[in-house]
């Protein structure tokens, strides 16, 4: 009767260690399979390129504009600006904005102009065009002299931009794909030229753990413990 129950704990021991080993190689093939969805995915985000995010549009109104692009799920390396800074990077974007030229500026007729007693006219001139504030005096003398141009000032907006990370449901193989948008003012065009972020910041589903939540030795090594110690009590009579 002890011999069955020995026979019996032996068996459960290996089963249970045969049991371990092929949940391993399923999960390497799920991790494989989750690794060329991600690597698919990072494909398209790749060969994205920046675009006006349109569904905005009517939110935001014309002195605005929001422009998004996918973003690359790597793990990010950290570089000297990291390593100064003492923190882990996380999402990594480039942008570049584009400050409309100031062109064909006309001012109103109606400035005032005054002359003094040499005979040259004078007029302070003040120009506003968003972003643009531009102020200068002006100084005519009479010929053969030269017109004297006095820069006061040529002003720019701050240009205010807000970054949105954002995440996508999962695809058809669990991947969320990973989008950032900017919004910025309608006179600085932007280009988000590339992007980059952890893939743990969108949990995609395919690339969570599963299986059992116990740690990778414990399955193993209880039935190895098992079947051994079953092994020598079955030797020994």
Known sequence: ???SLFKTLAMIG???????????SMGRVVHRA?????????????????RIASATQEILGDSMRAVERRAVQEEQKADSI????R??????????????????VVVASDVPVTVDSGDVRKASLDYR??????????????PPQVALWTINKIGIDPLRLEVRPGCGPPDEHGIRPATVAVIGP???PIDITRV???????????????????????????GIIVAVVTLLVLGFR
Do not use: F
């Open 34 to 50: 989750a690794q060329a969805a991600l690597a698919k995915s990072n494909l398209e985000a790749e060969q994205d390129s920046t």
């Open 14 to 24: 290996i089963v249970i260690v045969a049991l371990y080993y092929h949940n391993c």
């Open 186 to 188: 309608e006179w600085a």
């Open 87 to 104: 923190r882990e990077r996380l999402l990594k974007a480039n942008l570049e904005a584009r400050v409309r030229e100031l062109t064909n």
């Open 1 to 3: 009767m002890k011999g």
């Open 196 to 222: 980059t972020q952890s893939a743990e910041l969108c949990q995609s589903p395919a690339l969570q753990p599963s299986g059992w939540k116990v740690p990778g030795w414990t399955l193993p090594t209880t």
């Open 129 to 142: 065009k968003v972003p643009w504030t531009v102020q200068l005096d002006v100084a005519l003398p009479p």
């Open 82 to 85: 990291d390593l100064a800074l």
